[in-house]
């Protein structure tokens, strides 16, 4: 299952966020959604998750238009957003079963669910701490075992690796990987960190609200001419000029 982003445009009153941005996912990989700040990832992520309406374009998963079909769509993906949303003071059950009831889910069909997401997350032991006890790098588990209880094809993951340190944060995108080679599960994960991309990565490179590059991490080589990511990123993104622009 695919996700398709048609010539969306978006504007905040006067500022335009997304200028007509278009790319596909493909089903079953790891994409990296690279930009720096104020590039437009967040805003893509809220269309994608109707936080926001759309004005210009569509988002379509297989033959369903978001415009359309909104609820059919929002059931195929699955969503970590930027900023946590657990509730500290309940278990990492409690979240979850929390969760399950907001999508309608009853406590006896959501058993098995927590279940298979805690040990598919190896979170299973952890299951009746407070999440307040566990460290950055495990809430952020959680929170990927919640956007996978509804069993969606498609994961979006908006900076999950924020405030965590470098080894927590490569282990988790590994969980992430896995989750794509193992589940078939189509993962986009925006960040600005050149160190969670890999040499083969699908990458989509936003800038400035428009689509700088839509290929592979190696295109980001070819295009700066520099050997290593950070460059390349620092150098197609810190001026107009290496994208042609006016
Ligand atoms: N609620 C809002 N109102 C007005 N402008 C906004 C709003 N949210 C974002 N913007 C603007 O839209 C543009 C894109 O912002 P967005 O947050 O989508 O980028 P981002 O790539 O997610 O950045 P970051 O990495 O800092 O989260 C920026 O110019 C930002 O200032």
Redesign the pocket.
Known sequence: MSISVESLSFA??P?N?LKGVSFQLTPGRFHALL??????????F?LITRLNALQDGDICIDELSIRQQPASVMQRVGVVF?QSSLDLDLTVKQNLYYHAALHGISRQHAKPLVERELTRMEMADRANDKVRALNGGHRRRVEIARALMHAPDILLL??PTVGLDPQTRLALCNYVRDLCEQDHITALW?T?LMEEIQPHDPVIL?HK?EVLINGHADDLLEQSGCSHYSDAFHVLTSTDKQRGAA
């Open positions: 905040y009153g500022r966020a930009g720096p700040n104020g590039a437009g990832k967040s805003t893509l809220s930027q908006d900076e925006a600005h936003l609200g």
